[in-house]
């Protein structure tokens, strides 16, 4: 049983930083794509960035580009957000996911992974 434990989340100023975490247990991730979602109050879950098993390969929503980076440490068995010149509409839950296939895909869908943590608030609010 997998599962996915996030961290990192809290309250911050807009124009602030945050590094969000998440943990894997029950099982090694390392050859699996990984992905962290958001979802508002009142709105859909969103894509926010997924990273392929060694992370040489990174995607992310045009609206966090050049500000958020993902990134992984296998032999942690941990995925992280790294998440800069953060903005009020940043305000979310972050879940991280992950797919249980090999394949070289990257979904940019909720429906592309199989498992998810709990997820993680961040507030970016004066």
Not at 28 to 34: A, G, Q, R
Not at 62 to 74: E, G, I, L, M, Q
Not at 75 to 104: E, F, G, W
Request: contains cysteine; aromatic residues 12%; charged residues 15%.
């Amino acid at each position: 049983q997998v599962q996915l434990v996030e961290s990192g989340g809290g309250l911050v100023q807009p124009g602030g930083s945050l590094r969000l975490s998440c943990a894997a247990s029950g099982r090694t991730l390392s050859s699996y794509p990984m992905g962290w979602f958001r979802q508002a109050q009142g709105k859909e879950r969103e894509f926010v960035a997924t990273i392929n098993w060694s992370g040489g390969r990174t995607y992310y929503a045009d609206s966090v580009k050049d500000r958020f980076t993902v990134s992984r440490d296998n032999a942690k068995n941990t995925l992280y957000l790294q998440m800069n010149i953060l903005h009020p509409d940043a305000t979310a839950v972050y879940y991280c996911a992950a797919r249980n296939s090999r394949s070289l895909y990257l979904p940019r869908d909720t429906q592309g992974y199989d498992y998810w943590g709990q997820g993680t608030q961040v507030t970016v609010s004066s």
